[in-house]
């Protein structure tokens, strides 16, 4: 049974730094391209990050790139997203996934729809 776990989130202050991790049961995360997306209070799911599954691509969206960090972990079968500067806007609920489909560039397999397994969410709040 796949299963995908994010950890780590929490409240912090403006300024201040988290560390997300995506973990991973029943599936390699090393054979996908993986995001993350953020879904705040009454707005749609957005994507915010992605790596492919080599590592050599990566994406950020507009809003959180020079802040926002995606890396993955083989050997621990986990993905990280590394959150600084963090701002009150940047307040959702933050999700993994694995996408369906592999491309070279992985800004490309930004939507949901490439995305089959999903992880239940970590509370990410940015407040004073």
């Known amino acids: 049974q796949v299963q995908l776990v994010e950890s780590g989130g929490g409240l912090v202050q403006p300024g201040g730094s988290l560390r997300l991790s995506c973990a991973a049961s029943?599936?390699?995360?090393?054979?996908?391209?993986i995001g993350w997306f953020r879904q705040a209070p009454g707005k749609e799911r957005e994507g915010v990050s992605c790596?492919?599954?080599?590592?050599?691509?990566?994406y950020y969206d507009v809003s959180v790139k020079g802040r926002f960090t995606i890396s993955r972990d083989k050997a621990e079968n986990t993905v990280y997203l590394h959150m600084n500067s963090l701002k009150p806007e940047d307040t959702a609920v933050y999700y993994c996934?694995?996408?369906?489909?592999?491309?070279?560039?992985?800004?490309?397999?930004?939507?949901?729809?490439?995305?089959?397994?999903w992880g239940q969410g970590a509370q990410v709040t940015v407040s004073s």
């Open positions: 790596i492919s599954s080599n590592g050599d691509s990566t």
């Open positions: 029943g599936i390699t995360l090393a054979r996908y391209t």
């Open positions: 996934a694995t996408a369906n489909k592999n491309s070279g560039y992985c800004g490309s397999l930004m939507g949901t729809r490439f995305y089959d397994f």
